[in-house]
T-cell receptor, first 114, second 115 residues
């Protein structure tokens, strides 16, 4: 079955360091990967989208990569700040040969300490 | 306006009640979605509407009944729910009716408690 997985352990990081989150997928080839931020009790907020033919995308302090060989996306938050503390969700959409449903990973909680 | 609004914010209902959740967007998006999210879990897709027509039903029990009266509104009618249906219900919309190549915009959710 198609799976999209993220590290379920919380990532604790010191302010100013780079946080790196991993998203792995198995048994399918998504055409797009998206990353969202979710704060407790709120809806997810879109951050970045990367297509399968793109290696890297950046937005301000955020960077996402898409490695179709490793079947993996990495999400980086550089110069992290306490305000970056949240749960980060990756999601896949589309496949190379069909629509494919929009599917979220379990999310990784990031805690940035001053 | 990039906002998706949802009402009510909180809802407590008994197992014999009938209630409705409402969602509205004015971004001209032609795809709208309902998700269910339990604590510490990711959102689970329930329904997808594309051009006001139901295109995806992820085997959701019939006690949940979606409705899309027009391109801006999405309702979720609830009837005879079970306590395990208590969750955060999220509405989302996107430009792409296929729901694939564009981001989704989420509302703040309705916190539903079934007693």
């Amino acid at each position: 079955s198609q799976k999209i997985e993220q590290n379920s352990e919380a990532l604790n990081i010191q302010e100013g360091k780079t946080a790196t989150l991993t998203c792995n997928y198995t048994n399918y080839s998504p055409a797009y990967l998206q990353w969202y931020r979710q704060d407790p009790g709120r809806g997810p907020v879109f951050l970045l989208l990367i297509r399968e033919n793109e290696k890297e995308k950046r937005k301000e302090r955020l960077k996402v990569t898409f490695d179709t060989t490793l079947k993996q996306s990495l999400f980086h938050i550089t110069a992290s700040q306490p305000a970056d503390s949240a749960t980060y969700l990756c999601a896949s959409s589309g496949t190379t040969d069909s629509w494919g449903k929009f599917q979220f990973g379990a999310g990784t909680q990031v805690v940035v300490t001053p | 306006d990039t906002e998706v609004t949802q009402t009510p914010k909180h809802l407590v209902m008994g197992m014999t009640n009938k209630k409705s959740l409402k969602c509205e967007q004015h971004m001209g998006h032609r795809a709208m979605y309902w998700y269910k999210q339990k604590a510490k879990k990711p959102p689970e897709l329930m329904f997808v509407y594309s051009y006001e027509k139901l295109s995806i039903n992820e085997s959701v029990p019939s006690r949940f009944s979606p409705e899309c009266p027009n391109s801006s509104l999405l309702n979720l009618h609830l009837h005879a729910l079970q306590p395990e249906d208590s969750a955060l219900y999220l509405c989302a919309s996107s430009r792409d009716p296929g729901g694939v190549s564009y981001e989704q915009y989420f509302g703040p959710g309705t916190r539903l408690t079934v007693t």
